[in-house]
C-alpha cells in the first residue's frame, strides 16, 4: 500500500506560466514532507520542504503548501523554466523514521 | 564542498555473480542510506547507519544482501549471488545529524543491470 501518492505521472507546462505538482498520503503519522528534484543519471537534490506545524513555505520561485486535513501538500513553481524539467518527488517522514517516497511526476516546460 | 560519491556509475553482470557498490558521504555526515529506486518508482531504503552502527536494516534482504560501514565513513553494498531482479539504480545518501528531520544528500547512483 502506497503510503505517499503522485497520481500524475507527468505534466507539461509554458515557461513562465505555473506549475503545479500535487502530492497525497495517508499516513497520518507523517509531520515533515519534502520535494526532491531529479535530473537524469543524477541522483535527487533536495528543494524544499515543510513541517506539519506550518502549512506554506516559500522559497524563491518554490512554494510548498500543506493541507493537513486533506493529507494533501502542493508544490508551486512560478515562473516556470525550461531547467525546471526534470522528476519531482514527494517525500514524508514521521519522527525519526525513514523518508517515504512517491512514485514522482515528470515536469516538462515549454519554451 | 565535495557531494556524496559512488561508484561504479554502471555495472553490467551475469546473473548469480557477486557485486558490490561503494558509497564515500559528505565529509562529517554521521547518518548514511543506501536505497533502491526502480524504474518508474520513487527511492526505497535498504539501510540506514547512524556512525557505524545499521539502524534500520528492514528492508535489505539478508540473504543476499549484505552493508558494511566500517569506521563510520565509507560504506559498502554487496550482493551475492545476483538475480535478474536486482536490476535497478543504487542510491547512497548522508545527512549530518542523527536521527530526526536531516535533509538527505544523494549520490549520482550505481546503476545495476543483471543479465
Known amino acids: 500500500d502506497q503510503q505517499v501518492k503522485q497520481n500524475s505521472p507527468s505534466l507539461s507546462v509554458q515557461e513562465g506560466r505555473i506549475s503545479i505538482l500535487n502530492c497525497d498520503y495517508t499516513?497520518?503519522?507523517?509531520?515533515?514532507f519534502l520535494w526532491y528534484k531529479k535530473y537524469p543519471a543524477e541522483g535527487p537534490t533536495f528543494l524544499i520542504s515543510?513541517?506539519?506545524?506550518?502549512d506554506k513555505n516559500e522559497d524563491g520561485r518554490f512554494t510548498v503548501f500543506l493541507n493537513k486535513s486533506a493529507k494533501h501538500l502542493s508544490l508551486h513553481i512560478v515562473p516556470s523554466q525550461p531547467g525546471d524539467s526534470a522528476v519531482y518527488f514527494c517525500?514524508?517522514?514521521?519522527?525519526?523514521?525513514?523518508?517515504?517516497f512517491g512514485k514522482g511526476t515528470k515536469l516538462t516546460v515549454n519554451p | 564542498e565535495a557531494g556524496v560519491v559512488q561508484s561504479p556509475r554502471y555495472k553490467i553482470i551475469e546473473k548469480k555473480q557477486p557485486v558490490a557498490f561503494w558509497c564515500n558521504p559528505i565529509s562529517g555526515h554521521n547518518t548514511l542510506y543506501w536505497y533502491l529506486q526502480n524504474l518508474g518508482q520513487g527511492p526505497e531504503l535498504l539501510i540506514r547507519?547512524?556512525?557505524?552502527?545499521?539502524?534500520?536494516d528492514s528492508q535489505l534482504p539478508k540473504d543476499r544482501f549484505s552493508a558494511e560501514r566500517l569506521k563510520g565513513v565509507d560504506s559498502t553494498l554487496k550482493i551475492q549471488p545476483a538475480e535478474l531482479g536486482d536490476s535497478a539504480v543504487y542510491l547512497c545518501?548522508?545527512?549530518?545529524?542523527?536521527?530526526?528531520?536531516?535533509?538527505?544528500?544523494f549520490g549520482p547512483g550505481t546503476r545495476l543491470t543483471v543479465l
Open positions: 499516513n497520518s503519522m507523517f509531520d515533515y
Open positions: 517525500a514524508a517522514q514521521g519522527g525519526s523514521e525513514k523518508l517515504v
Open positions: 545518501a548522508s545527512s549530518p545529524r542523527l536521527a530526526g528531520y536531516n535533509e538527505q544528500f
Open positions: 515543510i513541517s506539519s506545524i506550518k
Open positions: 547507519y547512524e556512525n557505524e552502527e545499521a539502524v534500520d
